[in-house]
């Protein structure tokens, strides 16, 4: 069984401009979950999705935004980069219940310039 | 905002000793679970652990959860090499809040 899928695997981008990252959750799996490592730091919650529609967010500016589509894959938009935008963003799954375990994504690197 | 909080930041020990890692919470959980990250690459789940159980086993791994203290534990036993790495509790109810990790060095 295929786990959680994230592309690219690296991106690099110039300040200012607008990256997308894209998630496939393992099969079966409705919810998908968003966080932000930057180096060396822990994970920030970024964006929850269920079903299609957003959950919860974390404390992050609204040029980070993102959607579910109907075969529940996700993407991460984020508009108008920032040097400080640069980190590892990883992409989680689960399947629907309260004590179901996530898996993630082997994550993207992101590089602003 | 985050939901886990792990001590100690870092630990260095040998091979062979066992490592234990505390991970503190903030707010009700339904699960609690541990994840390994491996050189900045994607997390690895190690176990999940309910709000109505108390301790938990798999392999060379112990979790304990004391929902009074909104804390948990994580004992690694005959650390190898192998197991040098970061590791992150999440606390869950719907969404998933992590802390910042604790770095394990396991020295050969």
């Known amino acids: 069984e295929a786990g959680v899928t994230q592309s690219p695997t690296h991106l690099i981008k110039t300040r200012g401009q607008q990256a997308t990252l894209r998630c496939s959750p393992i099969?079966?799996?409705?919810?998908v979950y968003w966080y932000q490592q930057a180096l060396g730091l822990g994970l920030q919650f970024l964006l929850w999705?269920?079903?299609?529609?957003?959950?919860n967010r974390g404390n992050f500016p609204p040029r980070f935004s993102g959607r579910q589509f109907p075969n529940y894959s996700s993407e991460l938009n984020v508009n108008a980069l920032e040097l400080e935008d640069s980190a590892l963003y990883l992409c989680?799954?689960?399947?629907?219940?309260?004590?179901?375990?996530?898996?993630f994504g082997q994550g993207t690197r992101l590089t602003v310039v | 905002s985050q939901q886990g909080e792990e001590d100690p930041q870092a630990l260095s020990i040998q091979e062979g000793e066992n490592a234990t890692m505390n991970c503190s919470y903030k707010?009700?959980?339904?699960?609690l679970q541990w994840y390994r990250q491996n050189s900045g690459r994607g997390l690895v789940h190690l176990i999940l652990?309910?709000?109505?159980?108390r301790e938990k086993h798999s392999g060379r791994l112990r979790v304990t959860l004391d929902t009074s203290k909104k804390s948990s534990s994580l004992l690694i036993t005959a650390s190898r090499a192998a197991d040098t790495a970061s590791y992150f509790c999440?606390?869950?109810?719907?969404?998933?809040?992590f802390g910042a990790g604790t770095r394990l060095t396991v020295k050969p």
């Open positions: 989680a799954s689960r399947t629907r219940g309260l004590n179901t375990e996530a898996f």
């Open positions: 099969s079966g799996h409705t919810s």
């Open positions: 999705y269920d079903e299609g529609e957003e959950r």
């Open positions: 707010t009700s959980i339904n699960n």
């Open positions: 652990i309910r709000s109505n159980e």
């Open positions: 999440g606390g869950s109810n719907n969404d998933m809040r």
